[in-house]
């Protein structure tokens, strides 16, 4: 795991609370939603997101055995708000570094290189949807 757990519970407490402020319509970031394996509640958290000519690819900075994205392959589905358009994700895969990268901007590789980065998921997108992330806790 490329980024220690303390501060990935430092982000979801103080830094996510501010990034969703702005993920959902600044370039490179999204809000994606999903829905718990287990409490069926739906979640929501700021991200990093590169688009694709299929869909959607992210960079697992903290791996993959974080809760979203475990919910996200459990569930086979989420939803981003990308760019201020609620997008429907379907398919998610993990893939192999070399592709991850080649879907990033060079900068971006740059800095995941640097933090060891070495997880990506893509998922495709089904088309946009209402906004109605009614029930979004977190």
């Known amino acids: 795991m490329p980024i220690?757990?303390?501060?990935a519970r430092f982000n979801r407490y103080v830094t996510n609370p501010i990034a969703r402020s702005m993920a959902g319509w600044a370039p490179g970031f999204a809000i994606i939603y999903h829905q718990g394996r287990r409490t069926g509640k739906t979640y929501n958290i700021p991200i990093n997101t590169f688009k694709t000519d299929s869909g959607?690819?992210?960079?697992?900075?903290?791996?993959?055995d974080t809760d979203w994205v475990r919910n996200v392959l459990a569930t086979n589905r989420a939803r981003i708000k990308y760019r201020s358009?609620?997008?429907k994700l379907v398919a998610p895969q993990l893939v192999a570094t070399g592709r991850g990268m080649a879907a990033m901007p060079a900068l971006v590789r740059v800095i995941l290189r640097l933090l060891n980065v070495?997880?990506?998921?893509?998922?495709?997108?089904?088309?946009?949807?209402?906004?109605?992330?009614?029930?979004?806790?977190?």
């Open 56 to 64: 959607f690819m992210f960079a697992l900075t903290y791996g993959s």
């Open 4 to 7: 220690p757990r303390a501060i």
């Open 85 to 87: 358009r609620m997008i």
């Open 118 to 138: 070495t997880e990506f998921m893509e998922m495709k997108a089904l088309g946009e949807e209402p906004e109605d992330p009614v029930g979004s806790d977190r």
